[in-house]
């Protein structure tokens, strides 16, 4: 914990506002999460430091599909990301999800339970068949099976799946916005050029970050 107090006062130096707050993965990506001595063994724990820390507006991850290590359900995991609003999150960064349903469930049911902070939509354009099919194997977000069909269409040509990928992601960005999500939040791997292609189609501006 007192490393965390130590990051947050040098974050608040820089001149740092806002934190997303993620309890993190276990080493190597698998295996089963371990608490370490005198740290937090819930991403709640962690939200509520940063809040008593002060000056901070605090993200948290949330799962449309449910979280892969929640064995109780998609409905438990969003009642634990509840818990981690009431402890002090001002807004929510979804797992990337291919099928907008997923996240417009997931919305319905937290605003039922009276959640009022930002839903951000967490979005990942494809790079390549084999990449996609990697990052939904490690964090279980489903692939539809028409996405999987036109993917294989498209074999190993990369730049096909790319650009497929741009398409679909436009889409779905088109009904997230439409349908009244807050933002978009586009998981770019450093790689910025379908992201960019996205925003351009959906008319959006695009402004350059130097340094």
Not at 52 to 75: D, L, N, R, T, Y
Not at 87 to 100: C, E, R, W, Y
Not at 122 to 134: N, V
């Amino acid at each position: 914990k007192e490393e965390i107090r130590g990051y947050l006062n040098e974050a608040r130096s820089r001149g740092i506002k806002n934190i997303l707050a993620l309890r993190g993965d276990p080493p190597g990506g698998t295996g089963e999460f371990k608490k370490t001595e005198g740290g937090f063994e819930f991403s709640y724990q962690l939200v509520e430091f940063i809040r008593q820390a002060g000056g901070f507006s605090i993200g948290v991850a949330g799962f449309p599909e449910g979280h892969i290590a929640c064995q109780e359900g998609k409905h438990v995991d969003w009642q634990r990301l509840k818990n981690k609003i009431d402890h002090g999150a001002d807004f929510v960064i979804t797992q990337l999800f291919f099928s907008n349903r997923d996240y417009f469930e997931f919305r319905d049911f937290l605003t039922n339970l009276g959640v009022s902070v930002p839903l951000v939509p967490g979005i990942i354009p494809i790079l390549s068949t084999a990449q996609i099919k990697k990052f939904t194997a490690l964090c279980g977000a489903k692939l539809p099976a028409l996405l999987v069909a036109e993917l294989e269409k498209r074999g190993d040509n990369d730049e096909a799946a790319a650009q497929y990928g741009i398409e679909y992601a436009t889409r779905q960005c088109e009904e997230l916005l439409r349908e009244g999500a807050p933002g978009i939040h586009f998981y770019t791997l450093n790689k910025t050029r379908s992201a960019t292609a996205i925003l351009k189609n959906l008319r959006l501006p695009c402004i350059p970050i130097d340094g």
